[in-house]
């Protein structure tokens, strides 16, 4: 009885050393202003009414909203709070995504990070200077997941 006591005492001081951890804050010189270092990136069928459900449903606010040449949106990002849900439509080739669901994610040196991930033996797309300002590539994981690598590079006026 007294060794399951002291054990459980043990087990219960480091669970508390763990809470208690003063973690090193991310550097995100990479980060994109009004950016957390990740975003979700959400494929959908209609970004307008994606827009609609998540404002109605949920509360979010609209961000940036681009719009096609037929004035209906093509890309959106939605703001709940500090975080951001990046829409885009399905299949929409000249997204970040060609169109996929993925994790945005900001990092110091997009060309270092990719450089990483293809060592570890991860899928990587090399990465390209985009339109809207930021250095991308991508990385499928070992699980399938595609994780957008970005370097936020100079801010380019939305039209």
């Given at each position: 009885?007294?060794?399951?006591k002291?054990k459980r ?5 480091a669970v508390a050393a ?9 550097e995100?010189s ?5 950016m957390?270092a990740?975003?979700?990136y959400?494929?959908?069928?209609n970004v307008a ?16 909203v681009?719009a096609?040449?037929d004035?209906?949106?093509r890309?959106a ?9 990046m ?7 000249t ?6 669901a993925?994790?945005y994610?900001y990092?110091?040196d997009?060309?270092a990070?990719?450089?990483?991930a293809?060592k570890a033996g991860?899928?990587v797309e090399?990465?390209d200077?985009k339109p809207?300002g930021d ?5 499928t994981d070992?699980?399938?997941y595609r ?10 006026p939305f039209?």
């Open positions: 009885m007294k060794k399951q002291r005492a043990r087990t219960t001081k763990r809470r208690n951890v003063t973690r090193k804050p991310v995100a990479g980060l994109a202003p009004g957390q990740i975003n979700t959400l494929a959908v069928a009414a994606s827009i609609e459900f998540l404002e109605r449903t949920f509360g979010f606010a609209r961000g940036v681009l096609d040449a004035g209906q949106p890309y990002e939605m703001r709940h709070g500090e975080s951001v849900v829409l885009t439509r399905k299949g929409d080739a997204s970040a995504t060609a169109g996929a993925a994790l994610t990092v110091e997009v060309d990070a990719l450089d990483r293809r991860a899928g090399e990465a200077d809207w250095r991308t590539g991508t990385v070992p699980d399938g994780w957008v690598l970005a370097t936020f590079k100079k801010l380019v039209s």
